[in-house]
């Protein structure tokens, strides 16, 4: 696959990556884990628009060289799994906490998860937090290699 298509449908990813995110910062009565790993999922969401601004910049300068390195290329395919894994694992346990009965609705009308149930999550919580971070720090390393292969 060539890499500006990889890097296209890694940002796709982005937005789905957005939508959920939201869906999941709706709830409230939350884990400091869980902060946590929404703060780690917001992260990679930054670094991902950082990818997709520098393909915006490819995009706009036909000019500039466009090779990548065979490992940018590698790496930008190890974060693009990494993402659709991470998705799929946002999306259920989204579809979980926001089911009829993992929630109810607190006093001021916010959907809330009881603490027991938030207990039977943080391991789920903290694997997807660990998950974003290390595909964060693979992302960086793509996002350095392909800098250095585009001078």
């Not at 969401?45 to 915006?56: N, T």
């Not at 036909?62 to 991470?86: F, G, H």
């Not at 109810?104 to 039977?120: F, M």
Request: aromatic letters at 4%; glycine letters at 6%; hydrophobic letters at 40%.
């Amino acid at each position: 696959m060539d890499p500006l298509s990889i890097i296209a449908s890694t940002v796709a990813i982005s937005q789905v990556l957005g939508f959920g995110l939201q869906r999941l910062q709706s709830l409230r009565n939350t884990s400091a884990e869980y902060s946590d790993m929404l703060d780690e999922l917001s992260n990679l969401q930054g670094s991902l628009c950082q990818l997709d601004s520098l393909m915006q910049s490819i995009a706009a300068d036909p000019s500039r060289p466009t090779a990548i390195s065979p490992d940018a290329v590698n790496q930008l395919e190890t974060v693009k799994i990494d993402l659709d894994l991470i998705v799929g694992e946002m999306n259920e346990m989204t579809a979980r906490l926001l089911s009829r009965g993992w929630r109810h609705l607190g006093r001021a009308g916010k959907l809330k998860v009881s603490h027991v149930h938030w207990q039977l999550k943080s391991r789920k919580v903290i694997r997807l937090k660990e998950r974003a971070a290390r595909c964060r720090e693979n992302l960086m390393t793509c996002l350095a290699l392909f800098g250095l292969s585009q001078r």
